[in-house]
């Protein structure tokens, strides 16, 4: 089962939200978690699903990794699934975990999308949020008596450490949401073309990507499966690394198994 294994996060987050999943994969893996576009130590500004898909497609090619399993959280399984369709034959699997697709899109996104209100919204969230993010943890972890666990409070933390080394998160945060609208449309339509097996997880009580976006995906890709986690919701990496970890390496043990294609 020695494969290399490629993780993308979601929005916001950065490779480190992969260390515990990481860890837990099997030593014959190959794994390394990216920093997307806009986000950690890239250095590339941020970009959508394409952008991305060319970015990590640059970085395989610096790493001289030839091709990889990718797996991809909410965001990212967008990223994902865009680059199997640029260069399906360095892409040989996929795992995409509460992954955006048809039918994700919610009024709220729409909103951060919009003129005007989108700017407005994201410098917003990204000057108050990530300081109350990290008040509330600091106070939790005083009253706790100890440090907060990497699986504990994963929203505010992921909100109150999230940060981007070469520009400001507000814009990385608005170039995302408006790629998410505009550019949505046009990777549905390239599912049916994407041919390479795909395991997709998801909790059905997930509030930021609805269930049915993971259903429709698994109708629309020519080789999918759906496997149903309960209890973690969203953050699927942070709150739920020994399932995730678990399901990525019986998936690709799976793999192995197939006869090989004519």
């Not at 576009?37 to 090619?61: K, M």
């Not at 949020?129 to 699986?151: E, F, G, N, V």
Request: positive net charge; aromatic residues 6%; glycine residues 8%.
């Amino acid at each position: 089962m020695g494969r290399e294994v490629v993780l993308l996060h979601g929005q916001p987050g950065s490779g480190a939200d992969w260390q515990q999943v990481a860890d837990l994969l099997p030593p014959a893996l190959r794994v390394t978690a990216l920093d997307r576009p806009g986000y950690g130590a890239s250095r590339l500004h941020a970009g959508g699903f394409a952008f991305n898909a060319r970015a990590v497609l640059a970085e395989l090619d610096e790493r001289h990794i030839e091709r990889a399993v990718l797996v991809g959280h909410s965001y990212g399984g967008g990223v994902a699934l865009s680059l199997a369709k640029l260069a399906p034959e360095r892409v040989t699997a996929l795992v995409l975990l509460a992954s955006v697709g048809p039918g994700c899109l919610t009024g709220w996104d729409r909103l951060l999308a919009a003129p005007v209100a989108g700017e407005v919204c994201a410098v917003t969230a990204w000057w108050l949020t990530p300081w109350a993010a990290r008040a509330r943890l600091a106070r939790i972890a005083r009253r706790q008596r100890r440090p907060i666990a990497h699986h504990e409070h994963v929203n505010w933390q992921i909100w109150g450490t999230a940060r981007h080394d070469h520009g400001p998160l507000w814009r990385t945060f608005l170039t995302e949401q408006r790629a998410l609208t505009g550019e949505l449309a046009e990777l549905t339509a390239s599912l049916p073309c994407i041919e390479q097996p795909v395991l997709l997880l998801a909790d059905p009580k997930d509030t930021l990507v609805p269930i049915s976006a993971t259903y429709q995906l698994a109708a629309a890709l020519p080789d999918a499966r759906v496997q149903l986690v309960s209890r973690i919701g969203h953050h699927l990496p942070r709150r739920g690394a020994s399932v995730v970890s678990a399901a990525i390496a019986g998936f690709l043990e799976a793999l192995d198994s197939r006869p090989a294609p004519a």
